[in-house]
């Protein structure tokens, strides 16, 4: 009977679960949403409203989910956001054993540092896990040196608790860290469903497009979303067999729209700008085919965007995700964005007709709802909590 009570107690739900991130996005709050339905006394802190560098606001989403705003000093250093969450850190220091402090920010964050810092030393008694979407193909990740080595190793260390996952980069990226002995839950990122859907009537017209619509949805800066790469290594007689559709803004539009006109390309590529989430959900919607070239991306959205509309896949393998999102030959293909036979050899397997592209899409969507459909995933997330 007493070893009976002591699994029921070691199987209890945390006394306070609390995510600690920079900002709220619309897609990370409809997860919080979720998991809130779960009773797992619950909270979410942002360090901030938010941040210049990023359109989302916090008062203009839908929050359903218990949360606190710190209003934290920050710094910007270059490119580089910069936190000093000092009430995150006193509050971090109340929260007791039998609480889970879950670390969804950067790891050379400066308040992530004190954090790990103040965990060694003891002053800070919470479990701590981190959620992370480590890539190391990433640019940040490839100019390593010995002192980051040093510096990540020493944060994730600090962790007691479990790294959630975002899939098999971030464990193959740590096995690179010589950063081996965690312990992994697998939490992809999830998307706002509400705002990604698709009717039988846009199904329909999708099938009867007269050429084929291939979108990219990204911003427009090339030494990290290589566009220009992509579509100078297609070239002119493959880009005219579709129609390339490009959702997004950025510093290098100007160079893109030259390289589209010394190229006589204006009638195969369309640049569209910025859009906002409903006018993507009907580009998407019309489209036979998502493509996303990027030179260094963690973990995109937009990929699993794509594959909630049923839209096969054709994506660089420095997608962090493209592990559990692409079945090589049945929802897509990847390529190596800097080899440009690479490129040229997944477009050419793709099977050009609307109809086999459609039965593409279908896989699409079947992968979607087995890896990265929301309420599983926070379903999966709660029972680690609730079965600890």
């Not at 938010?50 to 606190?68: D, F, P, T």
């Not at 998407?284 to 963690?298: E, G, H, M, Q």
């Not at 490129?343 to 793709?350: C, I």
Request: hydrophobic fraction near 40%; proline fraction near 4%; include cysteine.
């Amino acid at each position: 009977m007493l070893y009976f009570k002591r699994r029921l107690k070691s199987r209890k739900a945390p006394r306070e679960l609390v995510f600690w991130t920079d900002i709220a996005t619309p897609y990370r709050a409809a997860f919080y949403n979720c998991l809130q339905k779960y009773d797992l006394h619950f909270n979410v802190w942002y360090m901030l409203p938010a941040v210049r560098s990023r359109a989302w606001r916090l008062e203009q989403m839908n929050i359903g989910h218990k949360y606190h705003v710190h209003n934290s000093p920050h710094l910007y250093l270059g490119k580089l956001l910069l936190y000093f969450d000092i009430v995150g850190v006193v509050k971090a220091s109340r929260l007791g054993a039998d609480d889970q402090l879950v670390l969804a920010l950067s790891w050379n964050d400066p308040t992530v540092l004190l954090i790990c810092f103040l965990k060694k030393l003891r002053f800070i008694k919470t479990k701590i896990s981190f959620w992370s979407e480590a890539n190391y193909l990433t640019t940040g990740s490839r100019n390593d040196n010995l002192a980051k080595v040093m510096l990540r190793r020493f944060v994730y260390s600090a962790a007691d608790g479990v790294q959630f996952s975002s899939g098999q980069m971030t464990k193959l990226t740590f096995r690179k860290w010589g950063v081996d002995d965690q312990r992994y839950v697998d939490l992809p990122n999830t998307i706002d469903e509400g705002a990604f859907f698709l009717t039988d009537g846009e199904l329909r017209l999708r099938k009867e497009n007269p050429k084929l619509v291939m979108v990219i949805c990204a911003r427009i800066i090339e030494e990290i979303k290589g566009i220009i790469n992509f579509v100078d290594s297609l070239g002119s007689v493959r880009l005219r067999k579709i129609q390339l559709v490009i959702a997004g803004d950025g510093p290098d539009r100007e160079r893109l729209e030259a390289y589209i006109k010394e190229h006589f390309l204006s009638n195969d590529v369309m640049l569209v700008g910025d859009v906002q989430p409903a006018r993507l959900r009907e580009i998407l919607a019309s489209a036979n085919l998502f493509c996303l070239p990027s030179f260094t991306d963690a973990s995109p959205l937009a990929v699993v965007e794509a594959l909630r509309m049923e839209l096969p896949l054709l994506i660089s393998n420095r997608c962090g995700n493209h592990y559990e999102a692409v079945c090589e030959g049945v929802n897509g293909y990847t390529f190596n964005p800097e080899d440009r036979r690479s490129v040229t050899k997944a477009f050419d397997s793709l099977p050009l007709s609307a109809s086999d592209l459609n039965e593409m899409g279908q896989q699409s969507r079947k992968i979607y709802e087995r890896t990265f459909r929301l309420d599983k995933v926070s379903e999966r997330i709660a029972n680690h909590f609730r079965l600890r």
